[in-house]
């Protein structure tokens, strides 16, 4: 059930409960390639983005009991990846540690600021209520995008704030916040060639 690194800064995990069946393989150092398949198309179009603006290389296979909510399999498949991201980068050593992303899509904005912290923390601010209510592609709630953010971010011990600057449409509502933490997240995990050692005055992250 732990994640396991497969070589570099290359992790994976295989998660199976009663609700859902998970497999996440994911490579920091890539090319933005992806692999996903996890029963919500919405969801696949989402890590998609994910994958290929942070240019992290992601294989999601995942089965679960979607004919009675997409909601188990979404949430596994985030604290999956959020296991793995932990294991791949390691002890953190020479990275720039932060990032920060502001993306438009349309009449969407987002900005997204991540800080490989190692103390888990996710503040997400500017969806109206409504979102929450939206049905995207048929299984995707709105209200899923701050639960998938969430997720990931505990299970990867990392400090994300997320915030939607402006958005009328649902989609670009969800795709502009995914792109802009996809972008702070590719910042944040680069080698930074000016850092030598683990960037924290702590000497560990």
Same mark, same amino acid.
């Given at each position: !059930?732990?994640a396991?690194?497969?070589s570099g800064? $290359?992790?994976?995990m295989?998660?199976?409960?009663?609700e859902?069946?998970v497999?996440? /393989?994911l490579?920091?150092?890539g090319?933005?390639t992806?692999?996903?398949s996890? %029963?919500?198309?919405f969801?696949d179009?989402m890590?998609?983005?994910?994958s290929r603006? *942070?240019? !992290?290389?992601?294989?999601?296979e =995942?089965? @679960?009991?979607t +004919?009675?909510?997409v909601?188990?399999?979404v949430e596994?498949?985030?604290?999956t990846l959020?296991?793995?991201? $932990?294991?791949?980068?390691?002890? $953190?050593?020479?990275?720039r540690?932060? %990032?920060?992303?502001?993306?438009p !899509?349309?009449?969407a904005? =987002?900005?997204?600021?991540?800080d490989?912290?190692?103390?888990p923390?996710?503040v997400?601010?500017?969806?109206?209520? =409504?979102?929450?209510?939206?049905?995207? %592609?048929?299984?995707?709630t @709105?209200? !899923?995008?701050?639960?998938v953010? /969430? *997720?990931?971010?505990? +299970? #990867? #011990?990392?400090?994300?704030h997320?915030?939607?600057l402006?958005g009328r449409?649902?989609? +670009?509502?969800? /795709?502009v916040?995914? $792109?802009a933490? #996809?972008? #702070?997240?590719?910042?944040?995990? /680069?080698?930074?060639p000016?850092?030598?050692?683990?960037? *924290?005055?702590?000497?560990?992250?």
């Amino acid at each position: !059930m732990a994640a396991e690194l497969i070589s570099g800064r $290359k992790a994976s995990m295989k998660r199976t409960t009663s609700e859902s069946d998970v497999y996440v /393989e994911l490579d920091l150092d890539g090319t933005g390639t992806s692999n996903i398949s996890t %029963g919500v198309p919405f969801y696949d179009h989402m890590l998609d983005a994910l994958s290929r603006h *942070s240019l !992290m290389d992601l294989t999601v296979e =995942a089965t @679960g009991d979607t +004919h009675i909510d997409v909601h188990h399999t979404v949430e596994d498949v985030a604290i999956t990846l959020g296991e793995v991201f $932990k294991v791949a980068l390691g002890d $953190k050593r020479g990275i720039r540690r932060y %990032g920060e992303a502001t993306i438009p !899509m349309d009449e969407a904005l =987002a900005r997204a600021t991540v800080d490989l912290s190692g103390r888990p923390y996710f503040v997400h601010e500017g969806e109206s209520e =409504a979102q929450v209510y939206h049905l995207i %592609g048929g299984h995707f709630t @709105g209200a !899923m995008t701050r639960h998938v953010f /969430e *997720s990931f971010t505990f +299970h #990867a #011990a990392i400090n994300v704030h997320v915030d939607l600057l402006r958005g009328r449409d649902p989609h +670009h509502i969800i /795709e502009v916040q995914f $792109k802009a933490l #996809a972008r #702070a997240l590719r910042q944040a995990i /680069e080698d930074d060639p000016r850092v030598e050692g683990i960037p *924290s005055t702590k000497g560990a992250l």
